[in-house]
T-cell receptor
Framework: AQTVTQSQPEMSVQEAETVTLSCTYD???????LFWYKQPPSRQMILVIR??????QNATENRFSVNFQKAAKSFSLKISDSQLGDAAMYFC????????????FGKGTKLTVNP | EPEVTQTPSHQVTQMGQEVILRCVPISNHLYFYWYRQILGQKVEFLVSFYNNEISEKSEIFDDQFSVERPDGSNFTLKIRSTKLEDSAMYFC?????????????FGPGTRLTVT
């Protein structure tokens, strides 16, 4: 079974600075997808960024980028130029490419952005 | 932008009672999911549903749980006889396709408290 681990329960960053959230996972599959979801307070989870394991290039979405290290089974999220609206719970998630549709989540990292 | 909605936002019930949690998925989506998050723990997959059938379920989703799409818009999760350990946040999600290329869109959740 796949597992996802987020070792940082909480992180904080100064506005305009850069922060990196860590995620490691365990799987025996060779092709899969990894995701970062953001959950603002009292709001739904929204997808921030997605990475397919077969793609060597790290995904980027505006100020959000990932560092995907397949051999190390590591998938960190970098937020550049942090904004107050980035404050949220961030979940790392895994999904098989074929077969199961379920997302396997980590416990989440609560990000605080200080003005 | 279309959103997944869930009602109620908070449900309090007594142990042994039946509860129905309601979700309205995004209108052109065909694949539906329930996840739950017990306080302080990971978000866990419960069930996926397509074409009026369960396509996948976790070991958590035992005979006490059932899902239904009673009409063209609602998707419900029923817990037949609630237990204290059913207290959790329940998230509904929907997607256009079962492919991981297509995002699972989450609702804001229903907090279920069993007393």
């Amino acid at each position: 079974a796949q597992t996802v681990t987020q070792s940082q329960p909480e992180m904080s960053v100064q506005e305009a600075e850069t922060v990196t959230l860590s995620c490691t996972y365990d799987t025996s599959e060779s092709d899969y997808y990894l995701f970062w979801y953001k959950q603002p307070p009292s709001r739904q989870m929204i997808l921030v960024i997605r990475q397919e394991a077969y793609k060597q290039q790290n995904a980027t979405e505006n100020r959000f980028s990932v560092n995907f290290q397949k051999a190390a089974k590591s998938f960190s999220l970098k937020i550049s130029d942090s904004q107050l609206g980035d404050a949220a719970m961030y979940f790392c998630a895994y999904r098989s490419k074929g077969g199961s549709e379920k997302l396997v989540f980590g416990k989440g990292t609560k990000l605080t952005v200080n003005p | 932008e279309p959103e997944v909605t869930q009602t109620p936002s908070h449900q309090v019930t007594q142990m042994g009672q039946e509860v129905i949690l309601r979700c309205v998925p995004i209108s052109n989506h065909l694949y539906f999911y329930w996840y739950r998050q017990i306080l302080g723990q990971k978000v866990e997959f419960l069930v996926s549903f397509y074409n009026n059938e369960i396509s996948e379920k976790s070991e958590i989703f035992d005979d006490q749980f059932s899902v239904e799409r009673p009409d063209g818009s609602n998707f419900t999760l029923k817990i037949r006889s609630t237990k204290l350990e059913d207290s959790a946040m329940y998230f509904c999600a929907s997607s256009e396709s079962r492919s991981p290329v297509y995002e699972q869109y989450f609702g804001p959740g229903t907090r279920l408290t069993v007393t």
